[in-house]
């Protein structure tokens, strides 16, 4: 009985008997609903019994970030810390709104601004604000129009919209990525259909930058490879490269003739200041070369949830920058349409009046000082109460949001099992979920995992 | 300060060694030769041009952003009023990706009903998404993933946006009639005959009221009839409800075709979208749903939407959610809400009957009773794009090629101009 129904695709026994005498169930293949001019009114609920097209479907993973947060929301104890936040906290480890934002929006409310959509490519005076923080507002690839710039949904969309365009106009090209960095750059890539590979970053014996290993990876690449780099305030690890490590970088890119590709989610967050964060990027574009840059107002701007953020590509010639322009439009139309105004509006209006300007400069050393001075605080609380002499001054000369610690896995779960501390298992610790106060209650969990915890668990300690 | 010197000593350095020269100059050929211009977007250039239009007499009848009679854009009152509630009040942490939990229930209210079964029963898998766009373009990437095989079907016309979203998804396309060029109205048979003949377990895109860009929608004993073939075809229906409320000024009236589809067992999918019955445009707030069979199917399914949407932008903007939730979830802000829909929905259809009138008493040879029919945000005018072309060089009226007007552009002041300029380059055909 089921199965004849199912082959029919039809409606239940209620159904059928209501229709008794306009059906004409058989195997000719003609459809019964056909015959009558209009069929009579189901008024029943009818349950469809055909097998559901998503039978197949089955849970994705749980995201291993969000895990940590729920865990951590589920411990009782009122030591346990949350260091797997990627949002910045103040000290009393409150969510921040920036002063400066409050301010634009009251701004905006006040003056009535309409809620008209955007252009394809976003508000106009965003796109302005944003190239001229990035390169210097006098940059001569500005003045000479040498910039496409579209507006993107913060890090990440601007980031696909990139990805979209290379798996576009360079069907093979590769894209190297660090190993490790934000999980959620291979989902881009793979769901963008451009292949990737990882190029060597962090040592664990240094727990600092492998840079022999990344200069080879990068030159070892096939000849037009994307490189993407992380312009400040390296996510998951903090390890930077120097400025002389910069220009090394650069010289390997250019001799292979590869396209960098920047992500720059904390400009203004990592030092504290706009214009040291960009170094990187400016070093590139005095160069004369042609490369991406995606950029986020999530963290420096704490507009985490208004999604803002744009792709920049710099192209050699203000033709170019046209053409591609176009083509990242057409890609964002069949995926949104045009980008959402509110967050684009707050930062045109605080980077356009200089008053909330310099406050917002303000607020952001204010951010990237409390991360410093808590860096500096767990690393003296470490130093004097750990009596091996292990080094640990990579906290220092580790930078931004994010620390790697070092800890294996089984440290890491001691941190959260014995001490209530919550991080992520590749040993990244978040400074923005740090306060001052529990400085000293942190590097009593780091030295007791780090030299304990084999004894304690009995799980060998991976090299 | 130290860094950003140090680098540019250090660049200064490179380039006055010897072999810079030749890095220059490679650096200098582009990697984008073989990029070509795009075409301009036929439904935002149209909006471009308009705008670097000098004309004073110029009309924008182009894109479906609704205008009030002095042709201005509208933000509503409740829109106003949420907005106050929400300054300076709340964080702006990051969203689930799933978007905001409350807007998407009250949105679901909405399209399945306020006591529905399937959302007591927890059996709808429900993403906020970026606006109907992004509702669709999740939905055809979740096709894409899930039913590989899977072609969709979409009408004659639609809204341009739906070949480039499905383009883009990779999934194959076909069409099924829709539109009747002779009576401008719908061309039921044709689209019965195409339902028919489609193959078992089609995907369907359907418009489920004010169809864009013709206005013409089916009746609803015809949508009863649509209904029930796709039960015998084993379809699966995807709704596109991006005029809820806008379309007869009745929220639930517009969302009968669903209704319908519902109570016939159908599993569907809808699109929904905010941003003309709210006015949130540029907000870009919306829902993508998929009703299935149990709470752990939903589960699954949502969380299969959630993957999707992580590489494309996270998760979804706070401020137009909580626009959303804010008004749905207050009784009195609703109510206001429902108001002002209707408010532009009533002025929209008396904008029909004026040109209707208007074309009429300049004695055109035509029929326009197509104008009052059709329902929504737009008419199918029945112009060639010849005539477009001429309505737009001589008389600086913007419209797409297609023929649409957007009704929510026309106004007392300018229908008379606009009705004139139609007859004109419409009389000798």
Redesign the interface.
């Given at each position: 009985m089921a199965s004849s129904m199912l082959s029919l695709g039809s409606t239940s026994l209620l159904t059928r008997e209501i229709n008794k005498d306009k059906l004409k169930l058989g195997n000719s293949g003609s459809n019964p609903f056909l015959k009558a001019k209009s069929s009579s009114r189901v008024t029943m609920m009818t349950v469809a019994v055909k097998p559901s097209r998503f039978e197949g479907i089955t849970m994705a993973p749980p995201d291993p970030i969000l895990g940590v947060s729920e865990a951590f929301k589920a411990d009782t104890n009122e030591l346990k810390l949350n260091l797997g936040v990627g949002a910045y906290r103040t000290e009393e480890l409150q969510p921040y709104v920036l002063n400066v934002v409050k301010k634009a929006e009251n701004l905006m409310l006040e003056r009535g601004d309409n809620k008209e959509y955007l252009p394809i490519e976003g508000l106009a005076a965003f796109n302005k604000a944003t190239a001229e923080l990035l390169f210097g507002a006098n940059h001569p690839i500005i003045k000479e129009q040498k910039v496409a710039t579209i507006q993107g949904l913060s890090g990440t969309g601007s980031l696909r919209l990139a990805a979209a365009l290379i798996e576009r106009y360079f069907p093979g090209a590769k894209v190297l990525i660090s190993s490790p960095t934000w999980g959620n750059h291979k989902n881009i890539f793979n769901d963008a259909k451009v292949p990737w590979s990882e190029y060597r970053y962090y040592d664990p014996k240094t727990i600092g930058l492998d840079f022999e290993g990344m200069i080879a990876d990068i030159k070892e690449a096939p000849e037009g490879s994307f490189i993407l780099l992380h312009g400040c305030a390296h996510n998951p690890t903090g390890i930077d490269p120097t400025p002389e490590q910069w220009v090394k970088i650069a010289d390997v890119i250019q001799e292979k003739n590869h396209i960098p590709f920047f992500d720059v989610a904390y400009q203004g967050f990592a030092s504290g200041s706009l214009d040291e964060d960009a170094a990187s990027v400016r070093l590139f574009a005095e160069r004369g070369m042609e490369f991406f840059v995606a950029q986020s107002y999530s963290k420096n701007l704490g507009l985490y949830a208004e999604r803002i953020g744009a792709i920049n590509v710099v192209c050699s010639s203000a033709d170019a920058a046209t053409r591609v322009k176009s083509q990242l439009k057409r890609i964002a139309r069949p995926m949104y349409s045009n980008p959402p105004v509110h967050g684009a509006r707050i930062v045109a209006n605080v980077v356009g009046d200089a008053t909330m300007f310099n406050e917002w400069k303000a607020e952001m050393e204010m951010m990237a000082g409390r991360i410093k001075t808590v860096r500096q605080e767990l690393y003296d609380s470490l130093v004097s109460k750990d009596k091996s002499g292990k080094d640990w001054s990579f906290i220092l000369k580790q930078i931004g949001m994010f620390s790697f610690t070092g800890l294996n896995k089984a440290q890491s779960d001691n941190m959260t099992n014995k001490w209530h501390v919550y991080m992520t298992k590749d040993g990244r610790i978040s400074l923005a979920g740090l306060s001052l106060a529990k400085c000293e209650y942190l590097a009593d969990a780091i030295i007791d995992s780090y030299h304990n915890a084999l004894l304690y668990w009995k799980t060998p300690i991976e090299l | 300060?130290?860094?950003?010197m140090?680098?540019?000593n250090?660049?200064s350095r490179?380039?006055m060694s010897p072999i810079s020269g030749e890095?220059?100059l490679?650096?200098?050929?582009?990697?984008?030769?073989?990029?070509?211009?795009?075409p301009k977007?036929p439904i935002?250039g149209v909006t471009?041009a308009f705008l670097a239009d000098p004309s004073p007499e110029k009309v924008n009848v182009g894109?479906g952003?609704y205008r009030d009679d002095n042709g201005k854009?509208?933000?509503l009152e409740c829109?106003?009023e949420a907005?106050?509630r929400i300054?300076?009040t709340s964080?702006?942490?990051?969203?689930?990706?799933g978007g905001s939990a409350k807007m998407v229930e009250e949105t679901l209210k909405l399209a399945y009903g306020d006591d529905s079964e399937f959302i007591k029963d927890k059996k709808i898998a429900a993403v906020q998404a970026?606006?109907g766009?992004?509702a669709c373009?999740l939905f055809a990437d979740f096709q894409k993933r899930?039913?590989p095989g899977s072609q969709i079907y979409i009408p004659v016309p639609t809204w341009s946006?739906h070949h480039?979203?499905w383009?883009?998804?990779q999934v194959p396309q076909k069409t099924y009639h829709y539109y009747h060029p002779e009576t401008k109205g719908l061309n039921f048979s044709g689209l019965?005959d195409d339902v028919?003949n489609a193959p078992?377990?089609s995907f369907f895109l359907l418009h489920a009221c004010a169809h864009n860009p013709t206005g013409v929608d089916p009746t609803e004993?015809q949508w009863?009839?649509i209904s029930?073939?796709f039960?015998?075809?084993?379809h699966?229906p995807f709704f596109d409800m991006a005029y809820q409320g806008f379309a007869s000024g009745d929220p639930a009236r517009d969302a009968k075709s669903i209704r319908i589809f519902l109570?016939?067992?159908?599993?569907i999918g809808i699109s929904q979208s905010y941003?003309k019955n709210m006015?949130?445009?540029?907000?870009?707030v919306g829902c993508l749903s998929?009703l299935?069979?149990d709470e752990k199917?939903a589960?699954?399914?949502k969380?299969?939407l959630?993957?999707?949407a992580?590489?494309?932008?996270?998760?979804?903007?706070?401020?137009?959610a909580q626009i959303v939730s804010t008004i749905l979830g207050d009784p009195q802000l609703k109510s206001l809400w429902l108001k002002e829909v209707k408010i532009m929905a009533d002025r929209i259809i008396g904008m029909r009957t004026t040109l209707r009138e208007s074309l009429e008493k300049l004695g055109s040879p035509l029929s326009w009773e197509h104008v009052t029919k059709q329902i929504g945000m737009f008419c199918y005018s029945g112009l060639t794009p010849e005539q477009v072309d001429r309505l737009t060089s001589q008389y600086h009226i913007y419209m797409t090629r297609n023929g649409r007007i957007s009704m929510a552009g026309v106004t007392t002041g300018n229908v008379g101009y606009l009705a004139n300029a139609i007859h004109e380059v419409s009389k000798s055909s």
């Open positions: - | 300060m130290a860094m950003a140090a680098i540019r250090a660049a490179r380039t890095f220059g490679r650096s200098m050929s582009s990697w984008w030769k073989s990029v070509e211009p795009a977007d935002l471009e894109v952003a854009p509208v933000v829109v106003r907005e106050r300054a300076g964080f702006m942490e990051y969203l689930p990706m970026l606006s766009t992004g373009r899930f039913c946006n480039n979203i383009r883009d998804a019965m028919k078992e377990g004993e009863r009839e029930q073939l039960k015998a075809k084993n699966f109570e016939d067992g159908h599993h941003a006015g949130l445009y540029g907000q870009r998929v299935c069979e199917q589960v699954a399914v969380s299969q959630q993957q999707l992580r590489p494309m932008y996270s998760n979804p903007p706070l401020h137009g």
